[in-house]
């Protein structure tokens, strides 16, 4: 698909973003002249996905959608158990509803602000057991999405009379900058969590682009196949969650896939309270059978070495400039570290966020923060939670952009980078949702 884009000027920009609210998810996309906001459901889908569209089967139950896609799952992921929801946070929603209690702690590798928000909305707590080295940007280890087995096992055992009700692995960790897990950390959390009982689930969103890192990092798997890969992987699970809006290059949908039975029949009394019934749950038989082909193609060695390798370019033009990105780059996005490009910005006036709105000011980029307003207030105390990293994200959709975009990108965040002493101000929020609220957020520039 093409779509025409508008190159504004500055004086529209600055406009539009003050009547924003200086929020970036409240311009409008007329306004945004490259969005890399997100890769979820931005994707260009394929002609096969395209014709599986139109000759997708409606039907309420049992269509024929729904069996392609059962069938495609079981085949990549060897889960016998699914139900489809209509994006991931859906899939999270219906799955913890089974799973999550009052005081439970989940572990996990920086969770992301959904899974976060589904665990704390229901009164129970996410502990993030990531390794150090994700929190130093400047740190080259190949794994920086990995679990520190020593923080895991420790939160495990020190909470004795909370209930630890499974242990969340997301792949690639978003949140840590689209940094891959192993299969080395995920059999050593998978043999921690079997010696205390505990089920293993893989937020999968990204779950293409972790096995293409695994086969270029992971001397075992070099020579394996990206399927080979990802069924190892999968091996360690004992359910997912998806967000297929990312690696399955659809533009809506996602699932649970399981391999107990029992929690997949306690499952679809929520599926069908809350999505659909259990054989679309949320999703038209169209988008499912779209699904169930986008899921192949991502496995698709050729394609995931070219996104990755655009990704990667970008990060490239802006490391070779002096901007301070995470590193090694990340499987779906640039994460620009704003403590170090905006010194001089304090911490409670965002500094992610004004870089965010600096870029968009400079060149219609739009990007999203990843610092203090995505990760909220303390449920208890409602001060606000300042994270070790401080970042703004620049997603990359899948198919979408080519190097020419990268390199706009990429001229403009430089020019950004040379005036960056001007910048010392940031932002102060005038409203907020009482969870989630970076979505909605109202801010006011400070001088
Ligand atoms: N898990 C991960 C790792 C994600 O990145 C997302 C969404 C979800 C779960 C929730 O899925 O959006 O389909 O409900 N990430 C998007 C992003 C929003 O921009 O990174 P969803």
């Not at 089967?57 to 139900?83: H, N, T, V």
């Not at 009164?123 to 994700?134: L, N, P, S």
């Not at 659809?250 to 107990?260: E, S």
């Not at 309270?273 to 698709?300: N, P, Q, V, W």
């Amino acid at each position: 698909m093409v779509e025409s884009i508008y190159p504004s000027t500055r004086a529209e920009r600055e406009q539009w973003i003050k009547k924003a609210n200086y929020n970036l998810f409240n311009l409008n996309s007329d306004q945004v002249f490259v969005d890399l906001l997100t890769d979820s459901g931005t994707g260009a889908m394929s002609d096969q996905q395209w014709s599986a569209i139109m000759s997708g089967d409606e039907s309420y139950a049992g269509s024929r959608s729904y069996s392609e896609l059962k069938a495609s799952i079981e085949d990549i992921f060897g889960m016998p158990y699914f139900l489809p929801t209509h994006q991931g946070r859906a899939a999270e929603n219906v799955l913890f509803s089974v799973l999550v209690k009052e005081n439970d702690i989940v572990p996990g590798n920086a969770h992301f602000d959904t899974t976060k928000g589904h665990i704390e909305f229901r009164k129970a707590h996410a502990v993030d057991c990531t390794i150090d080295a994700a929190y130093d940007t400047s740190v080259e280890h190949p794994f920086k999405g990995n679990v520190d087995l020593k923080k895991l096992e420790k939160v495990i055992s020190s909470n004795p009379g909370n209930k630890v009700p499974f242990i969340v692995l997301t792949i690639t960790c978003n949140t840590a900058g689209g940094q891959p897990v192993s299969i080395q950390n995920m059999r050593e959390v998978k043999s921690l969590a079997d010696k205390y009982g505990i089920p293993l689930m893989i937020d999968s969103a990204r779950f293409a682009e972790n096995a293409y890192f695994i086969k270029e990092r992971e001397e075992e798997f070099r020579d394996h196949s990206i399927r080979e890969i990802i069924a190892e992987m999968f091996s360690c699970a004992d359910m997912m969650t998806i967000s297929a809006k990312k690696d399955g290059i659809v533009n809506i949908g996602g699932f649970i896939a399981l391999k107990d039975e029992e929690i997949y029949k306690k499952a679809t009394v929520f599926n069908i309270l809350y999505e659909g019934f259990i054989t679309y749950g949320g999703m038209a038989g169209r988008d499912m059978a779209a699904l169930a082909r986008g899921l192949y193609e991502a496995c698709d060695y050729s394609y995931l070495k070219g996104r990755v390798r655009q990704v990667g370019f970008l990060g490239k033009l802006m490391d070779e400039a002096g901007i301070p990105v995470q590193k090694p780059f990340g499987g779906h996005a640039i994460f620009l570290n704003a403590l170090k490009f905006l010194p001089e910005v304090p911490r409670e006036e965002y500094p992610a966020q004004t870089l965010a709105v600096e870029l968009y000011k400079e060149a219609g980029i739009r990007g999203v923060e990843i610092g203090t307003i995505m990760a909220d207030r303390d449920p208890d105390t409602r001060a606000n939670r300042y994270p070790d990293l401080e970042l703004v994200r620049l997603a990359i959709p899948r198919r979408v952009y080519t190097d020419n975009h990268m390199r706009y990108v990429a001229a403009a965040a430089i020019k950004v980078w040379e005036r960056r002493k001007e910048i010392t101000r940031g932002y102060e929020i005038t409203n907020e949702a009482p969870i989630m609220r970076h979505f909605t957020v109202d801010l006011r520039p400070l001088s």
